[in-house]
């Protein structure tokens, strides 16, 4: 990467941070305008989309140390806020073949420590929630209920609750990774 590419990452970084920092502080004023904040997201080329409101941070380049014997999904862990947060692949979540190391990692708003990493970051979206609709049929394997307008452009809204529920899932059951 050159420095003008790290520069202008750096501004996107703020400039999302700022968002994040506002739409946390400010859900009343969001809810009285009616609109909902989306960060608009890629993974594997495919535009998605994932609440705002189900995020606490949003990080780039942070380094990911790898686990031995982990499930593919889990790319390691992180270091976040002092602590050590479990970090997640969207792509490999959502059933696409391993790509490059993702550059964004978006930290969930839970009480698990769970980071969900992807590979590009288009931006934040304000939308209507009357251009929130359900998906049709089961999309990207039930982790996409929804999809959002914005702009002309449809997009699958990732569900938050339902990826930490498909990553918890094997936990709570007693599977090994290496079973699955």
Do not use: C, K
């Amino acid at each position: 990467m050159n420095a003008g590419q790290d520069r202008a990452g750096n501004e996107q970084v703020a400039r999302l941070r700022r968002e994040l920092d506002r739409a946390f502080a400010e859900p009343a004023r969001r809810a009285q305008a009616g609109t909902e904040t989306l960060l608009a997201i890629r993974i594997a080329g495919q535009g998605f989309a994932l609440r705002l409101s189900a995020l606490a941070g949003l990080f780039a380049d942070r380094r990911i140390i790898p686990l031995p014997g982990t499930a593919p999904e889990l790319l390691g862990i992180a270091g976040l806020r002092g602590g050590l947060v479990a970090v997640y692949d969207l792509r490999a979540l959502l059933g696409f073949p391993r790509g490059e190391s993702p550059r964004w990692l978006a930290l969930v708003r839970s009480g698990s420590l769970t980071g969900l990493a992807f590979e590009e970051l288009d931006g934040s979206l304000q939308v209507d929630p009357h251009d929130v609709s359900p998906a049709t049929g089961p999309a990207h394997r039930g982790l996409a209920r929804e999809v959002a307008r914005a702009g002309g452009v449809l997009r699958p809204v990732l569900d938050v609750a339902s990826i930490v529920e498909t990553i918890m899932r094997p936990a709570r059951h007693g599977v090994r990774p290496e079973e699955r």
